[in-house]
């Protein structure tokens, strides 16, 4: 079962850096417009700079 | 988003001038302005691109951009440019706009209780699923010193978890306790905390059952209903918050012959205050000069404008149509009319009952029975057993399984998906239990003026009329702002008239338009002024030299869907009641179109109240669904209430609804879906006590092991949601 001394961090990390990545898109207003995101994608004029 | 940012000044004496400078630089140098509007109609690809077309196609507008989620347009605009310009603009391509108060969107636009509270449940579901995994190898067998360092990994990650993501459960119950109060997060963090006690030391002991996995799914679960709960609520209330009141805070005071701009709030009875036409009175007074019409339908309802000449006492709210007046305040603040108004809603407020919210009154019986149910199973196996141990293992057992996850999840699931759905079809609901209330309603009460009607007149007939003497009167009216004047030249416009050669237009306020037209003088405007008899309904005179005059009649058109929404209140079996302050003739037309057999005219604010109060003393459960002053005090009279947009603020804040398009129809739907709403609802609480009866005694006879826990706490609160999002 030695192997557990790195699988157990290895989870660790793989879980911690999904959170990371969470507290990132929420810290970057990424939620707060989920609906208008969603049907942006569909419009065919190229948005090259994005406003926040 | 981006903040100014600001270059820090160093300590010293002679800079503590710098700010105040740089607070008069900024106001010398407008920066760009932030408009913000409510999109109530707004909802695909193309939506979002040709309101942003438009918007950014308009002269002074540097960048535009949609909210589809908030169903909001904010505007980075040069300082010239009016949230008015915008909304017309908005208007000629068919989307409805609603200015937004800038300052209290800055205030609730980050939401940071909402923010909060996702980054607690981000922390719990992070460390909830790597608990379960490590429980997944406890529970297939891992023994002896895998199993105890397992639990010991799981309580390093637990403890600091509980400690940040709990923490509103914990702020909550203690503020409960604190009052002597028992509230649903009592329980909670009683299982939470008596779970994780247990586990450490069961795990110190190395003993086989540890329950850091169900104390985090708990608070996962949990913090899910919460955070859903919040997110309804903080859209409806910052979009109804945001709506820009109506009332502008400032008069015109006159001082020393030339007005200036003063706060209401320093205005004092015998000043003089210029009000110009289209403006508010901002106070109670008496006209000492000019003359003037005043349209009082805010006030009372009434939709025919009144003549204004010296003498005549105002009321704050009335609106000035034609010429500049200047008033006297007679009444200002505390006294002014629009203060009694705040006191009959203040009293009728102090009337209306308590509502206990479904919630509420489950989380009544819910709690003792729980704590009662743990207590004795403890005391039950230690006095069996004789082991602490064993008995308070069950007992946090017995409070795990009955955990109000599925309780927790009940409401907000459901309120959540019909939110939601109210929303998309432009309701906003402003208060929690709203939609429970409005389940409730047997009896619907409509204002007329801006309720049922669109508060504004329109032409009748323009086929009727000879086409020279619309072409005339068309000329005339464009020389003046009165309400009926603009309807008038809109009407003849639409109908292709050209309007004729007039020369000389000059309006006289309070009375009409005259002018030269071919040689003879030709007059618009009130029936005296012209010489006509008076017609009951609201019209307007056309006199041409010697000839008769002509009448040229309006109607207050009906709301779209007014005919609709009505038709489906009585047909879902609801009592629809005609509650106005307008003359009879008015009301009664109204009601005949609609087919409302029980309608009152001339009513005042405080008949509306009584009317209400008497209904509800009969056992009936009333919505109101009015937008006036003198509606504020009925709206909170009330059971529920339902104000449109277009209401005067006062209005909008007593309302517990909100109506963000300009048709009636959501509010049949409305009614449909909040009563399958709160019986889903209902559904929900059966769920979960089925799982609790089911799993309780389980839990008592010591079989519950942290597996079945888990099981049993996931499989309810799934079965929950589930539930909810069947919502039709």
Known sequence: MDVLVYLIPISLLLGGAGLVAFVYTVKSNQYDDPDGNSQRILSDTYDDAPKS | MTTALRTPVSACPACLAAPAAEAIAERAVPKDARISLSLPTAHCAACIRTVEDVLNAQPGVSAARVNLTLKRASIDAAPSVTPEDMIKALDRIGY?????????????????????????????????????????????????????????????????????????????????????????????????????????????????????????????????????????????????????????????????????????????????????????????????????????????????????????????????????????????????????????????????????????????????????????????????????????????????????????????????????????????????????????????????????????????????????????????????????????????????????????????????????????????????WVGARPLASTATYLKIADRDPIAFQFIDAMRQGAVETVKALQDAGKDVILLSGDTAPAVEALAATLKITRWTAEALPSDKVQRIQNLTDKGHKVLMVGDGLNDTAALTAAHVSISPASALDAARVASDIVLLGNDLDPIADALATAVSATKRIRENFRIATVYNVIAVPFAIAGLATPLVAALAMSASSITVSLNALRLR
């Open chain 2, 96 to 528: 409805p706009a609603h200015e937004l108060d800038a300052g209290t969107i800055a205030a609730t636009e980050t939401d940071k209780a909402g923010r909060d509270l996702l980054m607690r449940l981000a922390v719990a579901g992070f460390a909830s699923m790597n608990v379960m995994l490590l429980s997944v190898s406890v529970w297939s067998g891992a023994a002896d010193a895998t199993r105890d360092l397992f639990h010991w990994i799981s309580a390093a990650i637990t403890l600091p978890t509980i400690a940040f993501s709990a923490q509103p459960f914990f702020h909550n119950a203690w503020r409960a306790l604190r009052n002597a109060r028992l509230n649903m997060d009592v329980p909670i963090v009683l299982a939470i905390l008596l779970a994780v006690a247990t586990s450490l030391w069961e795990t110190t002991l190395s003993g086989e059952h540890a329950y850091f996995d169900a104390a985090l799914a708990l608070t996962f679960f949990l913090l899910a209903g919460r955070y859903l709960d919040h997110r309804t609520r903080s859209i409806a209330r910052s979009a109804a918050e945001e709506l820009a009141a109506l009332e502008v805070p400032r008069a015109l005071l006159m001082v020393g012959g030339s007005p200036v701009e003063t706060p209401i709030a320093d205005i004092k009875v015998d000043d003089v205050i210029l009000v110009r036409p289209g403006g508010r009175m901002p106070v109670d007074g008496e006209i000492t000069d000019g003359q003037s019409e005043l349209d009082r339908s805010l006030l009372t309802g009434e939709t025919l404008p009144v003549f204004a000449e010296q003498g005549l006492a105002v009321s704050a709210g009335e609106i000035n149509l034609t010429g500049p007046l200047t008033v006297r305040a007679t009444a200002v603040g505390q006294d002014s009319s629009l203060h009694q108004m705040a006191e009959l809603v203040a009293v009728a407020e102090s009337g209306r009952n308590r509502y206990t919210s479904l919630a509420d009154s489950a989380a009544k019986l819910y709690a003792p029975g729980v704590h009662i149910l743990s207590a004795l199973s403890f005391l039950g196996w230690l006095i069996y057993s004789g082991d602490a141990r064993i008995a308070l293992n069950i007992a946090a057992a017995v409070l795990i399984i009955t955990c109000p996850c599925a309780l927790g999840l009940a409401v907000p699931a459901v309120t959540t998906a019909a939110s939601g759905r109210l929303f998309k079809k432009g309701l906003l609901i402003k208060h929690s239990t709203a939609l429970e209330r409005l389940a409730e309603v047997d009896t619907v009460v409509f204002d007329k003026t801006g309720t049922l009607t669109n508060g504004t007149p329109v032409l009748r007939g323009v086929q009727g009329y000879d086409r020279t003497d619309l072409s005339v009167a068309m000329a005339l009216a464009l020389g003046s702002g009165h309400p009926l004047s603009k309807s008038l030249a809109d009407a003849a416009q639409a109908a292709g008239v050209v309007g004729a050669t007039v020369n000389g237009l000059e309006e006289i306020p309070g009375y009409g338009t005259k002018g030269l037209w071919q040689g003879t003088p030709v007059f618009l405007g009130r029936a005296a």
